[in-house]
């Protein structure tokens, strides 16, 4: 398997601006995570999803924020309207178990709003 | 107050020292995380345990959940174990709560 993929890896774009980020979990995975990682706040979780589902989205940080799982094999992470502060790293990571699930993750992607 | 906090912040050491990181959770948790971070920005998942020891090569985790505490003990330290390392703590509402991180350098 190739690991978990995101992309973009970079975007730069412009405030106000729609934003999609995509991950592809690994293979036989059931759960997918979100997580956001600044300078300020570190790494935090966003959302989460078992088996498509999302099970505690708590970590958005406001309706400008969703994220999406139609199928075990593809999320998305969407900001609209966008804002310099959403400037961040953005994690996908994927298991198999919470509570045994060693976590995967992906290369991130390096959003900059301008 | 952090739910999770690591010690130390940063840390400078030679090359083949001994090394621990550690980390002290304040709530109640299923498992817990090690993650190393590596100056390119990639996240590998060190360990997830929730009781006892786990080693893999010179990388040992320990956890005391008693002690509310963990620690990350990396043996004959290498230069390329220069990384920053998270500490994750899944609380009982099944909520992963990380630490800061302890950034490490050791020099060659």
Not at chain 1, 52 to 71: H, L, Q, T
Not at chain 1, 79 to 107: K, N
Request: hydrophobic residues 35%.
């Amino acid at each position: 398997d190739a690991g978990v993929i995101q992309s973009p890896r970079h975007e730069v774009t412009e405030m106000g601006q729609e934003v999609t980020l995509r991950c592809k979990p690994i293979s036989g995975h059931d759960y997918l995570f979100w997580y956001r990682q600044t300078m300020m706040r570190g790494l935090e979780l966003l959302i989460y999803f078992n088996n498509n589902v999302p099970i505690d989205d708590s970590g958005m940080p406001e309706d400008r924020f969703s994220a999406k799982m139609p199928n075990a094999s593809f999320s998305t992470l969407k900001i609209q309207p966008s804002e310099p502060r959403d400037s961040a790293v953005y994690f996908c990571a994927s298991s198999f178990g919470l509570y045994t699930g060693e976590l995967f993750f992906g290369e991130g992607s390096r959003l900059t709003v301008l | 107050k952090n739910e999770v906090e690591q010690s130390p912040q940063n840390l400078t050491a030679q090359e083949g020292e001994f090394i621990t990181i550690n980390c002290s959770y304040s709530v109640g948790i299923s498992a817990l995380h090690w993650l190393q971070q590596h100056p390119g920005g990639g996240i590998v998942s060190l360990f997830m345990l929730s009781s006892g020891k786990k080693k893999h090569g010179r990388l040992i985790a320990t956890i005391n959940i008693q002690e509310k505490h963990s620690s990350l003990h990396i043996t004959a330290s290498h230069p390329r174990d220069s990384a920053v390392y998270i500490c994750a703590a899944l609380n009982r509402d099944d909520k992963i709560i990380f630490g800061k991180g302890t950034r490490l350098h050791i020099l060659p």
